[in-house]
């Protein structure tokens, strides 16, 4: 299994930026899909962006398309969420995850994943 540690987030003004990282230990990092998620209160939790083993292939949502970017370092066993020109509603706990490259389905399906970070918070301010 992988283990997923995470840092980075805190508190920023609207049309800031702040930068997520993910540290994963355990089997090859180059074995997994990772994704970001983010759970704010009183909503489900909801995939954000997701990068493939290679790298190669990205996924973002909508809302965040053109201000959040992912990028991973098989090398340093990390993923990375760039985050800029952030909204309020982009208020939230952020979590990282991973799936086994290759099965579950594909990058933008979050029941895939079944490895979790423990969260950070993200709070945006108007």
């Known amino acids: 299994q992988v283990q997923l540690v995470e840092s980075g987030g805190g508190l920023v003004q609207a049309g800031g930026s702040l930068r997520h990282s993910c540290a994963a230990s355990g089997r090859p990092f180059n074995s997994y899909d990772m994704g970001w998620f983010r759970q704010a209160p009183g909503k489900e939790r909801e995939l954000v962006a997701a990068?493939?083993?290679?790298?190669?292939?990205?996924y973002y949502a909508d809302s965040v398309k053109a201000r959040f970017t992912i990028a991973r370092d098989n090398a340093k066993n990390t993923v990375h969420l760039q985050m800029n020109s952030l909204k309020p509603e982009d208020t939230a706990v952020y979590f990282c995850?991973?799936?086994?490259?290759?099965?579950?389905?594909?990058?933008?399906?979050?029941?895939?994943?079944?490895?979790w970070g423990q969260g950070t918070q993200v709070i945006v301010s108007s």
């Open positions: 990068i493939s083993w290679s790298g190669v292939s990205t």
């Open positions: 995850a991973a799936k086994v490259a290759g099965r579950g389905g594909g990058l933008a399906k979050p029941s895939s994943y079944g490895f």
